[in-house]
């Protein structure tokens, strides 16, 4: 049974940091591309940031270049997205997911953790 869990949502203040979690299980994690999206209330899900199966070439939304990081784990089949000096435009419904862009139909979702930026 395939598995993503997000962690490491919650409030933080202008400025702050969090680091977001998805741990997996029941695919072939490394043979994935890895991406995290968000959605904000009354908008469209967009992409954040995504990473080839083998970790290199990471690429990121311009909205967040320079302050998020994505990477991952292949051993413990967990991707992650550090979130430096957030913004209250951060603020969202974090989801990541998994997979192969030659063999369409073949995405995994998590099931999203929220990220709230307010003072």
């Known amino acids: 049974q395939v598995q993503l869990v997000e962690s490491g949502g919650g409030l933080v203040q202008p400025g702050g940091s969090l680091r977001l979690s998805c741990a997996t299980s029941?695919?072939?994690?490394?043979?994935?591309?890895m991406s995290w999206y968000r959605q904000a209330p009354g908008k469209e899900r967009e992409l954040v940031a995504c990473?080839?199966?083998?970790?290199?070439?990471?690429n990121y939304a311009y909205s967040v270049k320079g302050r998020f990081t994505i990477s991952k784990h292949n051993g413990k089949m967990t991707v992650f997205l550090q979130m430096n000096s957030l913004k209250p435009e951060d603020t969202a419904v974090y989801y990541c997911?998994?997979?192969?862009?030659?063999?369409?139909?073949?995405?995994?979702w998590g099931q999203g953790t929220q990220v709230t930026v307010s003072s």
């Open positions: 990473i080839t199966p083998t970790g290199s070439r990471p």
């Open positions: 997911k998994a997979d192969r862009p030659l063999f369409p139909g073949s995405d995994y």
């Open positions: 029941g695919f072939t994690f490394s043979i994935y591309r």
